[in-house]
């Protein structure tokens, strides 16, 4: 009985915590395909509707053809192409820093970036609420790790003040991607530099969305020169997969020479980074999609909002809607569901106790009459569901 892994479950379940995988077979942007069933995607970090694009799709089969679907080794043994360094390049120029490096997912960029700049003499200050993988990686460094409240800058100062360690690293999501704000970004750095302090920005969500031809989150707020640590995944926004990371020279050398999760694992495919590329190119130039987007979360915030729901401050393509207790978001979900629409819900431990919601994600492959479906249907659930429940 050493390993009682039923109990453990059991008691998941219990809280209704417990978390059950849907296999979808096939569909993107939009649309999903569950058991049979055709169901309008609202759960996709798909922002623009890139993952099926024609162009991306040809992309990558075309580079299949050539190059194989493995890549067969490591960037730093023989895994390295010259479509993986023409995407660097290319991302390099696209967020207008000198040099940019893939990682194979976001999860490891972060690890290998926190645990490669820091150690056992430094200290990372990190808002509360980021992403899983940012909280994972500055545990694992080893440095001293300080959480600072969400989104406050006064908060961070006070941690930071007379720190002694050696190096200094804030860290953010520009986007958080359960609540769907984006971090005040000049006035982290503010702090950050009157502390002598290193900014980090996971800009996850941001990337392709937000800011002049979707440079991200650090282009919107005017502070791209300020943080020295930009990175991003390629799966949400760029519809394909992967991370990156952008800054100077000597820190992506130094990810080269010291980041673990970089050196020892399988380069990604390199048709994947032929996808990328053409994904891009229409990110660069997608203000119609951008425009659109903005517009479907407009409508919707206004009139979810007159319908009585609790949103949250977000701006952004995600949207949460809160609920409070996990059966009932796992019940909203479920009604939704039934009339033809994917929603998750979201439970803790991924947000605080007492905070379950569901993670709306709009996509620029929806449509005007998509937004229209989700809100009659929200309207139903409101006079079904126990509305007193509603507030947090
Ligand atoms: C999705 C996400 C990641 C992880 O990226 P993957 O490529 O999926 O591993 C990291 N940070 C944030 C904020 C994310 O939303």
């Known amino acids: ?7 453990a479950l059991a008691e998941r379940r219990a809280r209704h915590q417990y978390r059950q995988r849907l296999t979808l077979s096939g569909g ?14 609202f ?48 991302l390099a120029a696209f967020t207008g820093r000198p040099r940019a490096l893939l990682f194979s997912t976001g999860y490891m960029a972060n690890q290998g970036i926190l645990t490669a700049l820091l150690d056992k003499q430094d200290a990372v200050f990190e808002d509360r609420l980021n992403h899983a993988s940012l909280l994972d990686g500055g545990l694992a460094s080893g440095a001293r790790f300080r959480r600072y409240l969400h989104n406050q800058p006064d908060n961070l100062a006070s941690k930071l003040a007379g720190s002694p360690a050696r190096r200094k690293l804030v860290v953010t999501d520009g986007v958080f991607s359960m609540d769907g ?61 992967g ?15 010291f980041a673990r999760p970089y050196v020892y694992t399988t380069a990604l495919p390199p048709a994947l980074a032929a996808a990328t590329l053409a994904s891009l190119d229409i990110i660069a130039a997608a203000d119609g999609r951008r425009q659109h ?12 909002t007159a319908q009585g729901w609790q949103l ?16 009932d978001a796992l019940a909203l979900a479920q009604q939704l569901r039934e009339q033809g629409l994917l929603v998750p819900a979201i439970r803790p431990p991924t947000v605080p106790a007492g905070e379950a919601r569901l993670r709306i994600t709009f996509s ?17 659930a409101r006079r079904t569901l126990n509305p007193g429940d509603q507030d947090r």
């Open 293 to 304: 987007l903005a517009q479907l979360v407009q409508d919707f915030r206004q009139q979810a």
């Open 43 to 90: 759960a996709s970090n798909d922002y623009l509707g890139l993952a099926g694009h024609p162009h991306v799709v040809a992309a990558m089969q075309d580079a299949a053809a050539r190059y194989g679907v493995g890549s067969g080794a490591s960037h730093l043994v023989t895994g390295h192409t010259d479509l993986h360094e023409a995407l660097e390049e290319a």
């Open 243 to 257: 991370a990156f990371v952008a800054g100077s020279e000597a820190l992506i050398e130094t990810l080269i020479q």
């Open 1 to 7: 009985m050493a390993f009682d892994l039923d109990s």
């Open 28 to 41: 993107s942007g939009r649309e999903a395909r569950l058991d049979g069933r055709r169901l309008i995607n």
């Open 364 to 380: 620029a492959a929806h449509t005007q009459d998509d937004l229209g479906q989700l809100l009659d249907a929200l309207a139903l």
């Open 181 to 241: 704000d984006s971090a005040p970004l000049a006035a982290l750095c503010d702090v950050a530099e009157a502390q002598d302090a290193w900014v980090m920005v996971d800009d996850a969500h941001g990337f392709g969305v937000l800011g002049e031809g979707g440079r991200g989150s650090v282009h919107a707020q005017g502070v791209n020169a300020r943080v020295p640590v930009y990175m991003a995944t390629l799966s949400k926004a760029a519809g394909t997969f």
């Open 312 to 327: 949250l401050p977000s701006q952004t393509p995600i949207q949460p809607l809160l609920v409070g207790r996990e059966a």
